[in-house]
């Protein structure tokens, strides 16, 4: 298939609540794709212009694992690998190759955080990323959850 402006999206729909609790995904397993991005041709606001590669929303247990995501030069908004949600105490992003995107991977955890890294599995390792800015982008609350190992930033 052509290049795209999203690849996969695996995430409840935000409107999606009952009694203000966030609907999750029980299990997510993501192995083995290929993601070409592109801008769209077109007229699209903003709102419609989310470029990323793979997008996950609140999943209490996550593996992402062996994917390659692929763009031109797309700019400071497109991201390659995008967690946006409440997450349990088990995700793991691994062996992926991420080239063009300026914000690789992006984690940006919502509601009650772990303590710490003792409190949860958060695992970031063995991805290379080519031309971007760094191995993780989130808040610092965040980082201080996460488990960075042997991830390469390869300048472009």
């Known amino acids: 298939a052509g290049p795209a402006m999203q690849g996969t999206n695996a995430a409840p729909s935000p409107a999606e609540e009952r009694g203000g609790e966030r609907l999750a995904v029980a299990r997510a397993s993501v192995r083995g794709n290929r993601v070409r991005l592109a801008r769209a041709e ?25 994917n390659r995501i692929e ?7 497109a991201r390659g690998l995008y967690l946006h949600g409440e997450y349990g105490p088990h995700y793991k992003l691994r062996d992926n190759d991420i080239s063009g995107l300026q914000q690789a991977m992006v984690v940006e955890a919502l509601g009650n955080l772990p303590r710490g890294r003792e409190g949860c599995l958060w695992l970031v390792e063995k991805n290379v990323i080519h031309g971007g800015k760094s191995e993780v982008e989130a808040p610092q609350a965040v980082q201080d959850c996460l488990r960075l190992r042997l991830n390469a930033v390869v300048p472009s």
């Open 71 to 77: 763009a031109a030069e797309m700019g400071g908004t």
């Open 42 to 66: 077109g007229d699209f606001g903003q709102s419609q212009r989310r470029v990323q590669g793979l997008f996950f929303g609140h999943v209490r247990l996550l593996l992402v694992f062996e």
